[in-house]
């Protein structure tokens, strides 16, 4: 026997609101209503009505309720100051940066730049071991899917991510790419979710080289305030921490 889950009847306000949306037109308007048996658009009527979904068949399937509020929400702000989790997802490079055959080793390093234009290096994957790729066989593509690490942020501060390859040799200049410095970076936590292009250091441009082969992809969201208790972690405490936890840096 299952028990009927009893659900909560939206405020007025926000009944009204949705009654709104169905009403002013786009996919859940009066142009949508001939879609009323679409599962979003029920959800939109049992908030606005109070009344449950019907029946589904028993079908294994994702609250479409849940759906909807979370599509009505806010998007979440990048302006607060605060401690931020961030994962570097993925850094892809154009191969053909590089000389084929060469064996590329793909690191990359958080770094702050202060007001008087000092930069300081605030984490580095290079304790994470190689990730090697050799140019025109592989993929340039390096991954950190399990190595979060959290940075505390205020406005003003000026953040940023620098890719670099590890094995450019002894007599060689290393290539460096940076991560594109958005017009809102001192108002905004600049390393924000999402895809972004990275910029080559100081190279002039490759016709050979498509720019939107050289990119990042983050994954970042508020968790704490400043000076919260996981921001005052010791560079000792992050040492002997798991591998897997967060490492703040401040």
């Known amino acids: 026997m299952t028990r009927a889950r009893k659900s909560r009847r939206p405020s007025l306000f926000r009944r009204i609101a949705y009654m709104l949306m169905l009403v002013s037109g786009g996919g859940a308007g009066v142009g949508g209503w001939m879609f009323k048996d679409h599962p979003k658009v029920q959800a939109l009527l049992a908030l606005v009505t109070g009344t449950p979904i019907a029946d589904q068949g028993g079908k294994d399937s994702a609250d479409p309720v849940a759906e909807v509020v979370d599509l009505l929400e806010p998007a979440e702000s990048f302006s607060q100051p605060g401690t931020y989790r961030v994962t570097i997802r993925q850094v892809h490079l154009d191969p ?16 702050r730049r202060d007001s008087q234009g000092h930069v300081t290096t605030l984490w580095d994957t290079v304790s994470y071991g190689e990730r090697l790729a050799v140019a025109g066989r592989d993929d340039l593509i390096a991954e950190w899917d399990h190595r979060p690490f959290e940075v505390q942020w205020r406005p003003g501060d000026r953040l940023t991510v620098e890719v670099y390859d590890r094995r450019a040799g002894f007599f060689a200049q290393p290539k460096r790419f940076f991560l594109a410095d958005p017009e809102s970076a001192s108002r905004e936590f600049p390393l924000r979710p999402g895809t972004f292009p990275l910029q080559p250091d100081g190279s002039k441009a490759d016709s050979r080289v498509d720019p939107r082969n050289d990119s990042i992809v983050l994954e970042s969201r508020r968790v704490g305030d400043l000076n919260s208790p996981s921001g005052d972690r010791t560079a000792s405490q992050d040492a002997s921490a798991s591998d897997d936890a967060p490492i703040v840096i401040r």
Request: proline share 0%; glycine share 6%; hydrophobic share 50%.
């Open 96 to 111: 053909n940066l590089f000389q084929a055959g060469h064996t590329v080793d793909i690191q990359a390093k958080v770094l």
